[in-house]
């Protein structure tokens, strides 16, 4: 029953094939025709610069390093230049295949091994639905919840020019001064931004024609005003397509291996004093507790629990395994008075819950990182004598 | 001075984040301006508003002499309440077309515009009909209301041209049949695609019942600002509707969308799954090595995970030392706490161990100049659930403390990010002694412990004779 089972799969999946792969290239960006997948699959030669090219555009909007073209840019690169960049990206993400690192950079060869890796990037992840959410439009107000989107995409390159020379520390100070004014402004224009939201979804409501959304979002609001203007055809071609916004990327410093041994030595450091300090307690401990009897023996169980849960909250505090389990991805914004239990989408109220805690988090993190610094400063400053440092107050 | 290097790498850092702040601000702004000009129509908050009630009239309603509106308010007043009564009675009322001539008849009591008397002959459809005869006396009246307000009829037509005009752009638009019934107060209406304007009725109990408001479209000739400027209980809210080809697209959307989200709950995903990860584990093998499968960006973020694991347990060890145990099971529990912080510690640098190994064997040497975090993990890839979720909020309170949490998280992850980049740069700078050592260890306290909003104060200790 099994074996006839897989038999019949196997022919349905056969026979699906030509389907999925007419899909596929309907789907794709630059997307190669079913015959170039066929040839492919035989390793053609003619097969292979389709492909480089089509991998170039799955993986540009994704490589992090500016040297992809962003479409806003003149004209492609050169295939050189891609090839280079597929490798690299391919690389970067951890495919296993050396053999796509040593194909020829004129793109002239390879093209089964692209189709693996196509088929690799298609299996590690949901690839065509971010492509899909990288070119759909908008319709609601969203809100992304998780920052990775926005990391994806590298934004375009400032050109900035670099002070050259030494600067005083007082202008840093300038700077940190500059940017929390410019955090402070933006709270405060994001809670206006959020008010006057909030009263077009109140004003609005009732107005769309899906039940589950009951007000219209401000994309479709202005469709409406626009298209009262006349312009109803092109309207929906105004929705902008990449509304989120960019989350601070932090520039990389340029030793990259410097974190690793830096976390490897603060890692040691903190084994070595958990060890100093527990030990004797644990010496100290047994000592005492030596002759006492089994009824401790309770007790100690339920020490031992408490202490376990407290400090599994505390791992899961960095180790980010709550956030698997809210969806990530821009969420649509819906006002909605009940806040019914049932139905889908998520409730803010939950969501605030986990922000909060994350929040929480990396004010540990900031306190813990402040009060390191402090310690070394008190070090150095200690080792000149006749000086008294008079703390700030208000801590 | 700061050497030229390091200030180099600072001032490039700071102005990383104020240009990343600076972003936030301009597509804030953007969307302030967009939200802005939607809102205008609604509330114009700079021109004064026509207001009903008896209160003092705002300047710029000229026409009318102060002593007539209160008169004049007060007929309003009454003929909205029996209006309203008779609305609450053609909601529960059953013959529609009874009621449509009392609509028809209370208009006529008042000075209808020439919106309104355009809407008596036009003969709605079975379908519209009960529609629209709901909603009359609601339009009925705000018709009285305005007209006896001694609102400009210009001001009126303006809205109704405004609409007007509209509609006539799109005249060439082919439409279905209902619409053509309706009973809009402009009669030049031609297009069906007219998204309808229409005042809400007046309280809940007019609401119409969900599935009959849709193919409706009464179109009123009623000012958005009289809407809002209601204050007999009307609630202040506009009905507009979405063009045709808008709302087909939209539905044909999300019907797509939820096609795609129930074929993933289905059984061939399993299999489709199972198949993925056979697949993946064949590319691992074939490619001469155990790999983990980890990409370098992966790698960075879990250093990057385990520095803070450091220092939160850290923190926690501190704070377990600093406390004073009171009891035998407080100084037990104590010695659990730390025992299991040097576990999860030895749990840690074994993972870093291993991600070393990952590194040097599988990804080459260390990737540098990249951005950590560009495919970062994030739970990402095992729930590809793509389609755009829905966030419910019930006031504005709740979202305004969800974007400010949202903001507050940003702006710690850059704080925590300069803090480390300052630590690395200026530490050492205060470890040698220079000239000005004193101002420069007073200004890295303060950026680096105090974020630069506080100062400490250094005393010389003067001996005493």
Redesign the interface.
Known sequence: MGRRRRRV?RGAAVGALPEAIAALSRTLPAGPSPEIFRRAKFDRPEAAPALWQLLFRVLSP????GASASPAQGEPPSTEAQVRAVKSEL????Y???ALAQLPEDGSQGSRELL?AL??LL????LL??L??QTRVR??D??P????EA??R??PP?P?V????????????W??????F??R???T????????????H????????????GH?S?A??????D????Q?DT??GTCPPE?S????????????????E???R???A??E???G??EP??AA?EARVGGWGPEWSA??RA??E???L??AA??R????GG???????????????A?ASGG??????Q??EV??S??A??????????????Q??AR??GAL????????P?R | ????DC???????????????????R???R??R??????R???PAETPAPQPTPAPETSGEAPSPESTPSSQDLKELELLTQALEKAVRVRKGISKTGERHKALSLKSGSAATSATTASAPSRPSGQASCRVSETKPPRGIQQTVVPARGLPESRLLSVGD??H??RG??ATKPGPGPRDQQIPPSAALQAP?A?TLKE?GADVDC?LP?PL??PCSGLEGGSPQSAASLSTGFP????????M???K???RN?RLWAQLSSAQTSDSMD?AATA?TQ??QK??M????P?S??????V?AE????????????????EV?SADPADC?Q????????????A???Q??HR?QE??AV?GR???P???????????P?????????S?????????Q????????????????????????L??EL?PL??TQGPHW?A??R???????????????????EPAD
């Open positions: 799969d994704l490589s992090a390093d690389r970067s993400q951890g296993p295949r050396q693996l088929a690799w299996a590690r992840g949901p639905e971010r899909l959410a319709l609601g969203e809100i919840l998780c920052e990775c990391l994806a590298p934004g400032v900035r670099e002070a050259d020379g030494p600067v005083d520390i007082r202008h840093l100070q700077l940190m001064g500059k940017l929390r410019q955090w402004k933006l709270i224009s994001q809670q206006e931004q959020c008010a006057l939201l909030g009263k077009i109140s004003y609005t409501r009732g107005c769309h024609s899906d039940r589950s959304l219209l401000v479709e609001t202005e469709l409406l005003r298209a009262e203007g006349g109803q309207v929906l509304a916004q960019p989350t601070f990327v932090p520039r990389i410093p340029e030793r990259g291996a410097g974190e690793w830096l976390v490897a603060e890692l040691q903190l084994q004093e958990l060890r300090a527990a307690r644990r401990w007790v100690q020490s031992r408490a202490v376990g407290e400090l505390l791992q505090a960095w180790e980010r956030a698997a389990a809210q969806p990530h991805g821009p969420c649509r914004l819906v006002k909605s008075d806040g889908p989408g998520l409730r803010a109220a969501v605030i922000l909060r994350r929040e988090c990396l004010e540990a993190v900031l306190c813990q990182l402040q009060r390191q610094c402090r070394e400063l150095l400053a004598p006749g000086l008294i440092w008079i703390l700030p208000g | 001075m700061l050497p030229a200030s180099r790498r600072l001032v490039a850092e700071l102005r990383d984040a104020l240009d990343a702040c600076a972003e936030r601000q597509q804030l702004e969307s302030l967009v939200s802005r000009r939607l809102l129509t609604w509330e405004r609409t005009m509209g752009s799109r695609e998204f809400k609401w969900q408001w849709k202040d809210r506009i009905l507009l509707r979405l063009p080809a808008y709302r697209a939209a539905s999300s299999a993925k697949f993946l590319m691992q074939t490619s001469g090595g790999g499968g980890l990409s370098a960006a992966a960075e250093v990057g995970l385990l520095r803070t694991a450091c220092l939160l347990l850290r923190r926690r060890m501190e030392l099971m100084e037990y529990r104590c010695l659990l706490t730390l025992e299991g912080l040097q999860i510690t030895e840690c640098l870093l991600l070393r590194v599988q990804l080459g260390w990737p540098v100049g990249r951005r950590p975090g560009a495919s970062l994030c739970g990402g890839g095992t729930d590809p659930l793509w755009p979720q829905l966030l419910l909020y019930s006031s504005t709740e979202l305004q403390t969800l974007e400010a949490l949202r903001l507050r998280l940003a702006m710690l992850d850059q704080q925590i990010h300069l803090e480390k980049v630590m690395a530490l205060v470890g004193l420069l260890c200004a890295v306290h303060s950026l680096l412990c105090e974020g630069g909003e506080r100062f400490l104060t250094v005393l010389r200790d």
